[in-house]
């Protein structure tokens, strides 16, 4: 026969199948990951706060509770970590409450155009702070400048006044420049902040809190 000697590697067959098996292989692959990604971000439910149970993206209202970052020696990066209740601008929000703030500060993120300066989970520019964990800077906190710099005594009306008069507390070489945004807007700015710094980014952006005062700026 002609073919005996031939190897496999010049077969035609051969070659059929094997992209017949890759593609059927890489198609279930890709099947079961987007269900598993859908599963991952799609968001928890204040049911799942009360009961702890741990969502990568958590309900808006855990903007209800204190969020710290601790380092996860299982996951070798630090991750978000749901604590107490906290009062958010002096009160508990209710879920209606919550979901309608953090609606109102994703629209004024979108219409101000924060990304065009700033990176929001991955997306942006790098022209001022990483606001992924932006909550949580320590610049932010009662030992970091912003509180005393506004005559604000909790983090979030600090960062609402800097929101509504970024140009009075420049930090930076680089400053904010005025947006126009009114209370409301700078509230619910805030909301979406807070929110956005408990969804668990598998430690991204790095090394997150691990310079001194405003993270990833330069
Ligand atoms: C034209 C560019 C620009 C735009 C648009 C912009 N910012 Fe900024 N932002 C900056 C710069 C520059 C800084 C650093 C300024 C400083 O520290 O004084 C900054 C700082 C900040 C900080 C403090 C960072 C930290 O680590 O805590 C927050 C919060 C913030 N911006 C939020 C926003 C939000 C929310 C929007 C959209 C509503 C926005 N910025 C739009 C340029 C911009």
């Known amino acids: 026969m002609a073919n005996e000697n031939l190897s496999v590697w010049t077969s035609i067959p051969f070659w059929r199948k094997s992209a017949a098996w890759v593609t059927g292989f890489a198609s279930m692959l890709l099947i079961w990951l987007t269900f598993d990604t859908l599963g991952q971000i799609s968001m928890g439910t204040d049911d799942d706060l009360k009961a702890g149970t741990i969502k990568r993206v958590p309900a808006p209202t855990v903007i209800n509770h204190k969020i710290t970052y601790e380092m996860s020696t299982k996951r070798g990066h630090e991750v978000p970590v749901i604590g107490e209740k906290e009062p958010f601008f002096g009160k508990e929000h209710t879920v209606e409450e919550a979901a309608a703030l953090l609606h109102l500060g994703k629209l004024t993120s979108q219409t101000k155009n924060c990304m065009n300066c700033h990176t929001l989970l991955g997306n942006g520019a790098y022209y001022a702070p990483d606001l992924t964990k932006a909550w949580l800077d320590p610049m932010w906190s009662e030992t970091g400048p912003m509180m005393a710099m506004t005559g604000k005594s909790t983090r979030e ?8 008069h970024p140009s009075t507390y420049p930090t930076h070489a680089r400053m904010m420049p005025e947006l126009g945004i009114t209370e ?4 619910g700015l805030v909301a979406f902040l807070k929110h956005m710094s408990s969804i668990d980014t598998n430690g991204f952006p790095r090394n997150f809190g691990k310079e001194e005062g405003l993270t990833n700026a330069h």
């Open 157 to 164: 009306e600090a960062m609402a006044e800097f929101l509504m």
């Open 184 to 187: 409301d807007e700078a509230k």
